[in-house]
């Protein structure tokens, strides 16, 4: 965690952010998330009134929202109506130049967890998101805390 903040520029800027799905850029995306929940046991302790807990598991999960530009996304699962659940390696990367660096993490064992198919309205740019698990995560690069 920063300690002090040089300039309001230091502020990641979310438009520097790249995603690859298996090696291939996601142009058309326009928002990531991913992050890890803990699951936590109640730890309950003699001689103090509150409880405390410890962390037992963890499971990772996130989101890709994209435009809708092509089929790639429902290309990508097209076996899943024989039972085929492919999983991915997804990489972000975020690389504002006014940053104090980049942040790159790689997200393995990735599993969408649905197929949108179709979701159109009149007037409206075509967005689809797809949410997504992981079982494991590496920190590639990271910017440097000051």
Not at 41 to 65: H, I, P, R, W, Y
Not at 122 to 134: D, E, H, K, V, W
């Amino acid at each position: 965690m920063a300690t002090r903040i040089d300039s309001a520029k230091r502020i990641i800027n979310g438009t520097y952010t790249q995603v690859w799905v298996d090696g291939q850029l996601i142009a058309e995306c326009s928002a990531c998330q991913a992050k890890v929940s803990k699951s936590k046991s109640t730890v309950n302790l003699c001689g103090q009134f509150m409880e405390d807990t410890k962390a037992v598991s963890a499971a990772g999960s996130g989101s890709l929202t994209m435009y809708k530009v092509d089929s790639g996304a429902i290309d990508q699962e097209r076996d899943l109506q024989q039972g085929v659940d492919r999983r991915f390696t997804v990489i972000t990367n975020v690389a504002d130049p006014d940053a104090l660096g980049a942040e790159r993490i790689a997200y393995y064992n990735v599993s969408f967890d649905d197929v949108t198919l179709a979701d159109h309205r009149a007037a409206t740019l075509g967005t689809i998101t797809r949410p997504f698990t992981f079982s494991r995560y590496e920190l590639l690069d990271l910017i440097a805390a000051e």
